[in-house]
């Protein structure tokens, strides 16, 4: 006599399509973005644009860097956050700070200073996530080589 203990179950997708094959590991996946990647992320995007504002007013050759500099600081805050362009953004954002240090008797330096100290500190801070490689992950998923590594 048949067991009816599995009558009525769905053993399909339930949108009718193919059932992946089951021999194929499935991609490695870069591991979840930090919070303070993404907040450093926003404090560029923003910050960039909010400076990008102020320094439009700044005359001749020093108003040009200003601006190419708050461009440059959206640009990497987007890349940020897709997990590329790591050595540029700490650059960037390490100059930025050295620039708002020496206007600090400013409100406004002050604010950005510690903006642009929190993306630096973010970035150095979980710069392993950003060398991640999806070779990296099937190693430490390998158990022969982990064995290796180990012998």
Do not use: K, Y
């Not at 390490?94 to 993306?119: H, K, N, Q, R, Y």
């Amino acid at each position: 006599m048949p067991s009816r203990r599995f009558e009525g179950a769905i053993t399909t997708p339930a949108d009718g399509g193919e059932i992946a094959d089951q021999s194929i590991p499935p991609a490695p996946q870069r591991p979840a973005r930090p919070i303070l990647v993404e907040v450093a992320a926003a404090i560029l995007i923003v910050g960039g644009l909010t400076s990008l504002v102020g320094s439009l007013a700044a005359p001749g050759l020093l108003g040009i860097a200003f601006v190419a500099l708050n461009v440059a600081m959206v640009i990497l805050g987007v890349l940020i956050r897709r997990g590329r362009a790591w050595l540029v953004a700490v650059n960037v954002a390490a100059v930025a700070l050295f620039l708002e240090v020496t206007a600090l008797p400013s409100a406004f330096a002050i604010v950005f200073a510690v903006l642009d100290g929190i993306v630096l500190a973010a970035l150095v801070r979980h710069r392993a996530w950003f060398d991640w490689r999806p070779e990296d992950s099937v190693r430490a998923d390998d158990p022969q080589d982990a064995a290796g590594a180990e012998a």
